[in-house]
């Protein structure tokens, strides 16, 4: 990783490729969780190569903060909460996780493919579970018991310290705020501004309504309708919800009927 990857690490890190499911990403996150590999030999190896001159800062600050920072923020989170942020369900979400999580078979071809990476290499990278599987996740309101056993089994590296905290509060914010300071959520412009998906996808991403139209857009429009009481006060949401507020009840209806339609046919 250090010799063939770090190097542009922090410019790539947050993008996806159909045909690159490793991208420069370490793909070493299996062997420190299990102990292979100690957070610190990792940590120096990549200084090291900063003080050599062989990666950038934005790469080597961006590694070392995934280990150093986030990592341990996480592990220090599950001892402290644990047991009870186990059982923790803000949003009251209850809708069974779809079949396609396992099977791959969904016409959005973000989730086709990101699902099928996993089932091959039972690996993803990060903007891949956050933004993708763990967006739609949140966004159709699926129950965080069966999204975080799902996460547990099809992932190399899911150890439930550090995989129950990153699903039940950074991807479904089920903890309401203890883990993140507002919840992961996006439409389908986010993911094709960060991927090459939406391009050859059977949905258009510039649709906003209709049979047609990215069912991420009208998702994310629906899901802060629906939990409009609880994120209203989030400071982080205002802009979001001023720009809510300026819809007619038209276009409410639309988000509404289309949410209803796609998350009725989830099996």
């Not at 280990?67 to 069974?96: C, H």
């Not at 996740?137 to 018991?145: E, Q, V, Y």
């Not at 509060?169 to 903890?175: S, T």
């Not at 960060?194 to 996808?201: E, G, L, N, P, V």
Request: proline share 4%; net charge neutral; hydrophobic share 45%.
């Amino acid at each position: 990783f250090i010799a063939q990857r770090l190097q542009q690490f922090g410019s790539y890190q947050d993008a996806m490729l159909a045909d690159e499911p490793f991208m420069f990403h370490a793909h070493i996150g299996f062997y420190l969780n299990c102990g292979l590999l100690s957070a610190k030999e990792a940590v120096v190896a990549a200084e090291q190569a900063y003080h050599n001159g062989q990666a950038p800062l934005n790469a080597v600050e961006g590694f070392i903060r995934q280990i150093l920072g986030w990592r341990e923020y996480v592990r220090g989170l599950y001892w402290l909460k644990m047991p009870d942020y186990k059982q923790l369900n803000y949003f009251q979400a209850t809708r069974s996780l779809p079949a396609f999580f396992w099977t791959a078979e969904t016409d959005m071809r973000c989730l086709n493919i990101c699902v099928s990476d996993t089932k091959k290499y039972a690996y993803a990278h990060h903007i891949q579970r956050l933004m993708v599987l763990g967006n739609f996740a949140l966004l159709a309101g699926l129950h965080p018991d069966e999204v975080n056993e799902w996460y547990l089994i099809v992932f190399a590296d899911a150890y439930e310290w550090v995989e129950l905290p990153n699903v039940s509060g950074m991807v479904l914010f089920a903890d309401g705020g203890l883990l993140a300071s507002k919840p992961y959520a996006a439409g389908g412009a986010y993911i094709d501004r960060m991927s090459d998906y939406c391009s050859s996808c059977r949905y258009k991403v510039k649709l906003k309504n209709g049979p047609d139209a990215c069912p991420f857009n009208y998702l994310y429009w629906d899901f802060l309708l629906r939990n409009r009481e609880k994120l209203n006060r989030n400071p982080r949401l205002g802009m979001i919800y001023r720009t809510l507020d300026k819809m007619d009840e038209e276009k409410l209806e639309l988000i509404k009927s289309d949410a209803a339609v796609f998350l009725g046919n989830l099996s």
